[in-house]
């Protein structure tokens, strides 16, 4: 397999390897500065998963049964990626107590004993980032009880990575990966003894990649929204970092942030979490909040789109859509083709939900997740909107990039007198059916319902020509196409009124109706919420409905109104338990 790795990864790969062996060598950090404090926050229930021996890393549970994080032998590289990267430590920082943190000093050390010198996997510039930025984080939390020896080694071993990524930060992956490298950077020069000549050229180079990386929008190149809120968080750790050192940070640096923050305002959900598409999650709970607030921006939503979504928002209703085309080149390794879908939460509960990134269950989920079927919109004939590439090497794993993605995505957003009103389509299913996708949702202004309207249209004399060609090698049957609705796992739902209609639970005491209108089938059909944190996905339900395009135009209405108000009672505030092993 390595002879198909192109020659940029290859040479990158022996430039990393020689220049962490001379880093190696670098002069030991005498000590701390001054010492940022622990703002990264982990999962509690993975803490205690690891804790209990439960080992899960990029899709993969091994059972540890006492023996070393190190001496596991690594599924695959994407594994590897994330045990280097320590992220894990900000799960044991959040469990805290003396077992979590004899539990993080052991690996750790034993971390230092094994690659400190250069070698091994972890000496990426991302990684090396990521991993500088948990060490200095937590380095009370792992550095409590330990001997002068260690405290040294745990220095210079710092010093290493320092000198490393002074060398080697440039060269990290656009986006995410190079502001993990630099602000990994930066960090050390600002806390480190001996350190400070690394200060000006890594907040020169932020600002610069702030310029290039960060649109007009707000955005960054993949679409991801939590990808943006840990880029967003890069940047003010970085500012504050820089403000406590009593140094400016550049003002690339802080237009970005300014830039920034609007965007993720708008693609929050009512209950606080990121909408999830294009690989992304929720969010940690609380970091976009603390981001928010150690930013000082206090800009409102951004109007129109933002990073290419479409938000529309009444009272305790909102919903988000994905309403340009899906990420392209090398920023679709983990895009997903969910052109039109959109999320729908009611207050502090989710009610309509895509599946979400199946990366943390293994590369057949991370697959699955990424088709359109696992979103809440219009699929036609089993197709994706946009389709996965080969594999193919991104750094030192295989991805598989987005191709024959939609172009063509225009939307319309309008504000009626009684609603709120998004049109979008797009010409993901043009080149093959001749079909153009269009979506219609209007949003009442007091939240309590939502029409919706999906086309299939063949809007000009090829498409009717690729259409009836489809056709016939369907033998006139039509075009088997389903609307797809995932729900929240925590959404009581069943058919009702003979069939006709859905009626939807939700655990803080609503109740929503689905209806429809159309020469469509409903049915509910078993579907999975991919969640991080969790041992397993989830399962939950879909409402589907499926029907024949047999002709240049075919439509479908569907609703969703609000039978039963909440009441304003303790069940939507309280906060629900977390089942650590599920």
């Known amino acids: 397999m390595s002879t198909a790795r192109n020659w940029r990864t290859t040479h990158a790969r022996l430039m ?26 982990g999962f509690f229930a993975r803490g205690r998963q690891m804790l209990a021996g439960n080992l899960m890393f990029a899709g993969h549970l091994v059972q540890a049964e006492g023996r070393s994080l190190w001496a596991i032998e690594a599924p695959d590289a994407a594994f590897q990626e994330e045990i280097q990267g320590f992220a894990w430590l900000d799960d044991l920082a959040a469990v805290g107590d003396t077992k979590a943190r004899a539990l993080a000093q052991e690996w750790l050390w034993e971390w230092i004993r094994r690659y400190g010198k250069g070698k091994g996997p972890g000496w990426s510039p991302e990684l090396t980032g990521r991993r500088v930025i948990r060490w200095i984080h937590h380095a009370l939390f792992l550095l409590r009880g330990r001997k002068a020896d260690d405290s040294e080694a745990f220095y210079t071993a710092l010093a290493a990575q320092t000198r490393f990524l002074a060398k080697r930060a440039h060269v990290a992956a656009p986006g995410l990966p190079r502001f993990e490298a630099m602000t990994g950077l930066l960090y050390a020069g600002l806390s480190l003894q001996g350190m400070e000549a690394h200060v000006a050229p890594a907040r020169e180079a932020l600002g610069s990649d702030c310029a290039r990386q960060v649109d007009a929008q707000g955005g960054i190149p993949t679409r991801n929204p939590e990808e943006l809120l840990e880029v967003f968080t890069l940047l003010t750790w970085a500012q504050q970092a820089l403000h406590e050192a009593d140094l400016d940070a550049d003002p690339r640096h802080l237009e970005a942030i300014r830039r920034i923050a609007p965007t993720l305002r708008t693609l929050r959900h009512a209950d606080g979490g990121l909408a999830r598409f294009h690989g992304g999650g929720r969010g940690l709970e609380g970091r976009l909040d603390r981001a928010l607030a150690a930013s000082g921006n206090r800009q409102r939503q951004a109007d129109g789109l933002a990073m290419g979504f479409a938000r529309l928002s009444a009272l305790r209703t909102s919903i988000i859509v994905d309403a340009a085309p899906p990420p392209g080149g090398a920023a679709s390794a983990h895009a997903h083709a969910s052109t039109l879908a959109f999320e729908l939460t009611s207050g502090r509960r989710p009610l309509i939900v895509n599946c979400g990134s199946g990366g943390g269950f293994g590369e057949d989920w991370r697959r699955a997740g990424r088709a359109t079927p696992s979103h809440s919109t219009l699929c036609l004939q089993g197709y994706s909107s946009a389709r996965l590439g080969a594999p193919r090497w991104l750094g030192e794993t295989r991805r598989e990039l987005l191709e024959d993605a939609p172009r063509h995505v225009p939307v319309q957003m309008s504000h009626l007198p009684e609603t709120l009103r998004f049109e979008g389509g797009h010409d993901g299913y043009v080149t093959v059916q001749g079909l153009t996708h269009a979506r219609s949702l209007e949003l009442s202004l007091d939240g309590r319902e939502l029409k919706g309207e999906d086309y299939l249209v063949a809007l000009d004399a090829p498409s009717k020509k690729r259409f009836d060609r489809a056709m016939d090698s369907m033998k006139l049957a039509g075009l088997p196409f389903e609307v797809r609705f995932h729900l929240h796992p925590e959404v009581d739902v069943a058919l009702d009124m003979g069939g006709t209609a859905v009626s939807m639970a939700l655990r803080s005491g609503e109740i929503w109706v689905f209806r429809f209108d159309g020469a469509v089938d409903l049915s509910l059909e078993p579907s999975v919420y991919l969640e991080k944190g969790r041992l397993q996905p989830r399962a939950t339900k ?19 109104a609000k039978a039963q108000e909440t009441a304003f009672a303790v069940r939507d505030l309280v906060r629900d338990e977390v089942d650590v092993t599920a």
């Open 16 to 41: 990393n390897r020689m220049q962490a062996r001379m880093a190696a060598h670098a002069r030991p950090a005498e000590g701390f500065v001054s010492q940022p404090e622990p703002r990264t926050v």
């Open 542 to 560: 879909q409402v589907v409905l499926s029907g024949r395009a047999m002709q240049y135009a075919t439509r479908v209405r569907w609703s969703l």
